[in-house]
């Protein structure tokens, strides 16, 4: 298989699956290393195809257009990270990223698409393997999270449990 039939057949797999594709599993369906697939997924970037990599894997870049999505500014430190992902997933949202103002590069954005007590968990986990710093703790503590939900009463529930649990900034 040469290289445009192996991008093909990536785009096939992402737009078959429902949730995001891990690039260990691509490289093992396609034969190839891990790096072919990231090389690949550049390619079809600059080819203007949207593919968001996650904690979770590759995604293609689909906005559901019956969800509801709000942007919410919120401030604590990374003791408070899990209360405050479980807080937005137990009410009904889903994470879609976390965004940083940083005084050097500007904005900063990382995309977690957390929708579960399960991905809070993993994302959790994954920050303590690989003993990572969280983005916010760049900005001590302050960062906005883009929320979706299935309507604007969810959203609303949300933010009302983030200010009871004292993260809201207003």
């Known amino acids: ?18 949730g995001p594709v891990k690039g260990n599993r691509l490289a093992d369906v396609l034969g190839v290393t891990r790096q072919i697939i990231v090389q690949d997924i550049a390619i079809l970037r600059a080819e203007g195809i949207k593919i ?11 906005h559901d257009k019956s ?4 942007v919410i500014a919120s401030k604590h430190y990374f003791d408070r990270t899990e209360e405050e992902l479980n807080t937005i997933v137990d009410n009904g949202g889903k994470v879609l990223d976390v965004i940083v103002e ?10 977690l698409m957390i929708s579960s007590r399960y991905d ?3 994302f959790m986990d994954s920050i303590e393997n690989a003993k990572a710093m969280l983005l916010s703790s760049l900005t ?10 299935d309507s604007k009463e969810v959203l609303d ?6 200010k009871e649990k004292g993260f809201f900034v207003e």
């Open 157 to 162: 529930r949300i933010e009302k449990k983030l």
């Open 67 to 70: 969800k509801y999505t709000k």
């Open 102 to 111: 940083h005084p050097l590069y500007g904005e900063i954005k990382g995309l």
């Open 52 to 62: 968001l990599s996650t904690p979770q894997g590759y995604i293609l870049g689909l």
């Open 140 to 149: 001590e503590g302050v960062h906005l999270h883009t929320i979706e939900a």
């Open 1 to 18: 298989m040469n290289s445009t039939e192996r991008r093909d057949k990536i785009l096939e797999i992402l737009k078959a699956e429902e």
């Open 120 to 122: 809070v968990e993993k």
